[in-house]
Antibody, heavy 120, light 107 residues
Framework: EVQLVESGGGLVQPGRSLKLSCAAS????????MAWVRQAPKKGLEWVAT????????YYPDSVKGRFTISRDNAKSSLYLQMNSLKSEDTATYYC?????????????WGQGVMVTVSS | DIVLTQSPTTLSVTPGETVSLSCRAS??????LHWYQQKTNESPRLLIK???QSISGIPSRFSASGSGTDFTLNINNVEFDDVSSYFC?????????FGAGTKLELK
């Protein structure tokens, strides 16, 4: 059974940093692109970052580029999101999601999500 | 960026009805369009991939069609369990984008 379990969320002040983790199990982690998707309270879904199978390629929207860094450790079947210079608009539930081994694949499994609140 | 416009924003239906949800893309995306269901306080779930391909474990009353810029998700014989928000997403290009969602309510 595919499982994705996020951790590391919490309350953080604007301008500070936070690192999210996602522990994966039930599949060969190194064969899949992985991603982070967020959802602000009562809002829709926003893609945050994607990383290739080896970690050599990463992709971000302009809203987080230069502030967020996605990374992975295939030996530990773990995905990470380093978030720096946090803003109030980064407040959201952050989901870890599995993508496929191909460029166009959707997000076929999602974690339960972790809440990040950016506030003074 | 590719903008996905979903309509209607909210849909109120009677159990047993058949409904259609629309997703329109600002540029052609082929069939790189996927549908997700999200129930209240739950994570999203992949419903349909590549515009019309079914997903294992998803009830057969969910179907979808489309290509290019116009896409449709159909739900036959709507059940109480279908009360959710439905989002479309494109993987044709970066950044990956989602539609704003359609909220399905029951009368």
């Amino acid at each position: 059974e595919v499982q994705l379990v996020e951790s590391g969320g919490g309350l953080v002040q604007p301008g500070r940093s936070l690192k999210l983790s996602c522990a994966a199990s039930g599949f060969t982690f190194s064969n899949y692109y992985m991603a982070w998707v967020r959802q602000a309270p009562k809002k829709g879904l926003e893609w945050v970052a994607t990383i290739s199978t080896s970690g050599s390629r990463t992709y971000y929207p302009d809203s987080v580029k230069g502030r967020f860094t996605i990374s992975r450790d295939n030996a530990k079947s773990s995905l990470y999101l380093q978030m720096n210079s946090l803003k109030s608009e980064d407040t959201a539930t952050y989901y870890c999601a599995r993508s496929g081994g191909t460029y166009y694949y959707p997000f076929d499994y999602w974690g339960q999500g972790v809440m990040v609140t950016v506030s003074s | 960026d590719i903008v996905l416009t979903q309509s209607p924003t909210t849909l109120s239906v009677t159990p047993g009805e058949t409904v259609s949800l629309s997703c329109r893309a600002s540029h052609s995306i082929g069939t790189n369009l996927h549908w997700y269901q999200q129930k209240t306080n739950e994570s999203p779930r992949l419903l349909i991939k590549y515009a019309s391909q079914s997903i294992s474990g998803i009830p057969s009353r969910f179907s979808a069609s489309g290509s290019g810029t116009d896409f449709t998700l159909n739900i036959n014989n709507v059940e109480f369990d279908d009360v959710s928000s439905y989002f479309c997403q494109q993987t044709q290009s970066w950044p990956r984008t989602f539609g704003a969602g359609t909220k399905l309510e029951l009368k």
